[in-house]
């Protein structure tokens, strides 16, 4: 008999990589049979092929954000998406459930919760979403990236662990020169036009500086030929590309990082201890990514740029400032690294473990097919 375990999430890097640092952990300490279930994007695939994790996909319709007409589209395939998902769980028979949120974990989750399968969930941001909400009603154990402020959570079913993030993030040797004082600007798997564009702006403004100057720049598919045809006219030392599988190095390397303040990028700068520029997405569900980036703003690891705010002139400014002061940088650095959970993935499985202790000491486990 083997512990079988799912793990819902995707559709997004911020809910798949905790996901895959969760399923290595249950894999490491339990030799457990770990499957996803996702949405049917190839990028998704791609990634869980890397790591060897088995899935399945879901087929379900985000609700937030979306227009009218696509929320109606949302709430009417809302009951196909649970049936699909019901009878997916049926055939798996998983001792447990773990939801990482997005909007594939609601019907998932509401499913698991209807077969009386244990249900775990983690809320990776400041503010709760929608989905995390409502599956917080059925959830026997709810963790936490960031303390619930607002109480929208059950406190009696909370735990605050962290955000599991990949191992590499915590082991990673590259060491870091004094010079070039170098800046990674990286905007999420989807990119950020208006940071690539703001960085093009800055080059000019930081002209005379260029010799002690180097930049990593994640540009996303749009903007990388315009990105790098700026640096090579202004004379800039950098390395550009529209993604990179080596993010951990590049912020080994690194010694401002600029990007936006989604859950796991705020706890892969924690875990390698780098002060953050943090221009929060400002369409993000509930301004989350301002709430979360506020967090480590207040804790010293990081400064604030609205993205209304982020220009050219901001960033040459900003940059010049940290140049100009090790000290304030050691200082941020120190205020960042002391907000890591590196045993966050750990604690999660060893939460998930718990449920399935019942009062008599007995452990689910997956009968497999049989």
């Known amino acids: 008999m083997s512990l079988r375990v799912v793990i819902v999430g995707g559709g997004t890097g911020g809910h798949l990589f905790p996901g895959i640092a969760v399923g290595q952990e249950f894999r490491r300490l339990f030799k457990a049979e770990v499957i996803f279930l996702t949405t049917p994007k190839a990028v998704t695939r791609r990634v869980l092929g890397q790591y060897g994790l088995s899935w399945e996909e879901v087929q379900c319709r985000a609700l937030k954000g979306q227009g009218l007409f696509g929320r109606i589209r949302a709430c009417w395939s809302l009951p196909g998406s649970i049936w699909q998902a019901w009878r997916c769980l049926r055939r798996l028979k998983p001792a447990l459930v773990l939801g990482m949120g997005g909007h594939v974990a609601g ?14 969930i983690h809320e990776q941001n400041t503010i709760p979403g929608v989905t995390n909400c409502l599956l917080a009603r059925r959830a026997r154990r709810v963790f936490l990236s960031f303390p619930d402020v607002q109480g929208k959570l059950p406190a009696e079913r909370c735990r605050l662990t962290g955000n599991p993030i990949r191992g590499e993030f915590f082991q990673v040797s590259v060491a870091r020169k004094a010079r070039p004082f170098t800046v990674l600007v990286m905007g999420g798997s989807q990119g950020a036009h208006h940071l690539n564009v703001a960085v093009v702006e800055a080059l000019g403004e930081l002209a005379d500086l260029k010799g002690e100057l180097q930049f990593f720049h994640l540009t996303g598919e749009a903007d990388e030929e315009m990105v790098k045809a700026a640096y090579g006219g202004e004379g800039f030392g950098a ?58 703003e207040a804790a010293g690891g990081a400064e604030v740029v609205l993205n209304k705010d982020f220009t050219g002139e901001v960033l040459a400014a900003k940059i010049r400032q940290l140049m100009a002061s090790p000290e304030e940088l050691a200082g941020r650095e120190a205020a960042s690294k002391s907000l890591a959970k590196p045993q966050a993935a750990r604690e999660i499985v060893e939460g998930c473990m718990e449920l399935l202790c019942a009062e008599d000491g007995k452990i689910w486990l997956s009968q497999g097919d049989g």
């Open 107 to 120: 019907p998932v989750g509401l499913a698991a919760a209807g077969l009386g399968i244990p249900l775990a």
């Open 239 to 296: 390395e550009v590309a529209a993604f990179s599988g080596e993010v951990a190095s590049l912020m080994a390397r690194a010694h401002l990082v600029v990007c936006r303040a989604g859950a796991s990028t705020l706890a892969e700068l924690a875990a390698m201890g780098r002060a953050g520029l943090l221009v929060p997405y400002p369409f993000a569900a509930n301004n989350h990514q301002e709430y979360n980036a506020r967090y480590f």
